[in-house]
């Protein structure tokens, strides 16, 4: 059993030289066979056991990682978590995950930072400003608190803008008040503690290599520590998506390609909202060590390297000195990449596939940090009990049947 | 920054100069398919891990559209070749045989 994280336990084991911490997951080895096995554990491979444990009681579990826990896309991104998207199924998984995020930290015991400091999306065109005014509008049907905010409101929350750029003038905002940022690391972290906690397996440095099915049902996997059975099998697998799907014998509508993002020095706190400038393809908030944490546009081309173009930096922080002007001395510090699994629609796809018992859960591309919790939710009733109503839309078929969650009109971005 | 070598022109154009056009050697579908093509036609895309073929424009040069095989999981450029043809030539695919041994791609592999 793991020790209760709280104020006391850290005094106590401040008293004893800190003796007493276990480790907050066990190191596992394969068993034969388990009821469902995930493939990936990032925040939604994670996530998805934690809820097949807590809502279902489905515990006999694994998460195989080819690498280590939260080493994909889950520990790169630049953690913006907002829900103000304009379809009515993305505003309820994201505002199902983002009313997760709010109490997480308990649920899990383990302290994943959700700073719900306000997230604000720039209306820089007046395209952009019409676009926003929409989703605001959408969204106060959908039950989704967001709205429409002035540039002097804009100035108020953030005093280091410029307004009145020549290039990219702030014409509004689209503001979001419990919008905001958590520790990615942490988040996979917590959910890992909580699923080994409940006698689930994690196993990292395990790469799922082949799919087996009988009869065009999934019976296991092959793996580098070998060959694994389960009655259920969840490819949560993000970047590698496509990879995964062609050793289960199906296709999916989706293209990897390469995200970058960057961080600064850390200086005084100057910034306590998170801006997003979807025109410039460029977003920025800053760290609790205040560095300011920056992220860019997709490459345009297919690519596994988790490297992308030096360009798309360049074009990002030209456009972000021009709106923030004090940006331009700072020497940025780190900067890498992560592979983003783009559909067409921009929206995700939580299905079961062609393959008997098989579910993926992928295509969350550029903005699925924030969908951890509820992606999570979802993704566990439907591997439990077949279907969701928080992911029903997302399916595969909607590609073929014409149901596109059309994101891609809301936002040139999706972060 | 990936450097690609215009087969019209002859430049070696860094990225900044050309526009990406996503999967090479698409069969267009018409009025009268079904929805299985359909889907695939418009969402179905390749997206290995590996070799890859492309149609990339030199869009600050020439203008013109041509064709690119790529690795996908090192950025290796194998080589370019123009837009007119319905296949990668035979001596790109040798070129490419040499280098990943047993690749495949849609239709197209070492053996084809
Ligand atoms: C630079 C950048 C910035 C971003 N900014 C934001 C943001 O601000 N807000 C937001 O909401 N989202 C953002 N995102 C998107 C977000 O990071 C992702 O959508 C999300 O983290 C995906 O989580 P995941 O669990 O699906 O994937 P991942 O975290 O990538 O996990 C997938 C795991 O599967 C493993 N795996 C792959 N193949 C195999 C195999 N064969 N066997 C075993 N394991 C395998 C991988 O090693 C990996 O650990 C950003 C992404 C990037 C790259
Ligand atoms: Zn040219």
């Known amino acids: 059993m793991k020790n209760h994280y709280s104020a006391f336990a850290v005094a106590r084991e401040a008293l004893r030289n800190h003796t007493g911490w276990q480790r907050a997951w066990r190191r596992a080895q394969p068993k034969a066979r388990y009821d469902v096995i995930i493939v990936g554990a990032g925040g939604h491979g994670l996530a998805t056991a934690y809820y097949l444990g807590k809502r279902f009681g489905i515990t006999n579990v694994a998460v195989l990682e080819k690498g280590w826990l939260g080493g994909g896309n889950t520990g790169r991104n630049t953690t913006i978590i907002r829900s103000n998207y304009l379809q009515d199924p993305s505003a309820a998984i994201y505002e199902k995950s983002r009313s997760l995020y709010e109490t997480l930290s308990q649920d899990l015991n383990y302290n994943v930072m959700f700073s719900p400091r306000g997230v604000m999306m720039l209306a820089q065109t007046e395209h952009e400003v019409r676009g926003y005014q929409r989703t605001a509008h959408a969204n106060a049907l959908q039950g989704v608190k967001t709205e429409f905010i002035s540039p002097r409101q804009v100035k108020e929350l953030c005093p280091i803008i410029r307004l009145d750029g020549p290039r990219y003038p702030v014409l509004g905002a689209l503001w979001q008040e419990r919008g905001g940022t958590a520790r990615h690391d942490a988040v996979a972290w917590g959910y890992a503690r909580a699923c080994s906690d409940m006698g689930m397996d994690i196993i990292q440095q395990c790469e799922v290599t082949g799919v087996r099915s009988e009869g065009g049902r999934v019976v296991g996997v092959d793996t580098t520590k070998g060959a694994i059975g389960c009655d259920k099998l969840g490819i949560v697998v993000a970047g590698h998506s496509g990879v995964m799907a062609e050793k289960a014998g199906f296709r999916l509508p989706i293209e990897s390609v390469a995200l970058q993002a960057l961080v600064s020095e850390p200086i005084k706190p100057v910034m306590d909202v998170v801006v997003m400038a979807n025109t410039v393809h460029g977003y920025m908030s800053q760290s609790d060590k205040g560095e300011m944490v920056i992220g860019g546009g997709a490459d345009g081309y297919n690519n596994y390297t988790q490297r992308g173009s030096f360009h798309h930096v360049e074009e990002t922080v030209r456009a972000l000195i021009e709106t923030f002007p004090m940006l331009s001395r700072l020497k940025m510090l780190r900067w890498w990449g992560g592979i983003v699994d783009m559909t067409g629609d921009r929206s995700p796809i939580l299905s079961k596939t062609p393959l008997e018992g098989c579910f993926i859960n992928c295509g969350w591309g550029t903005g699925g940090f924030k969908a951890i919790p509820g992606s999570g939710w979802g993704m566990a009733e439907l591997i439990a009990k077949g279907h969701s109503p928080l992911t029903d839309a997302f399916s595969l078929d909607r590609f073929r049947e014409g149901r596109f969650i059309d994101e891609s009109v809301a936002a040139g971005v999706a972060h | ?112």
């Open chain 2, 1 to 112: 920054m990936l450097i690609l070598t215009c087969p019209y022109c002859g430049v070696a154009a860094e990225e900044t100069e050309l526009a990406p056009g996503g999967e090479a050697h698409l069969t267009r579908f018409g009025p009268g398919s079904d929805d299985a093509e359909f889907e695939s036609y418009l969402f179905y895309r390749e997206n290995p891990k590996g070799v890859h073929f492309e149609r990339w424009r030199h869009a600050n040069g020439c203008g013109k559209w041509f064709h690119a095989a790529r690795c996908t999981n090192t950025l290796e450029v194998f080589g370019t070749y123009p837009a007119q043809t319905t296949e990668p030539p035979a001596a790109l695919r040798e070129a490419i045989s040499a280098k990943r041994p047993g690749w495949s791609w849609r239709s197209f592999s070492e053996e084809t």
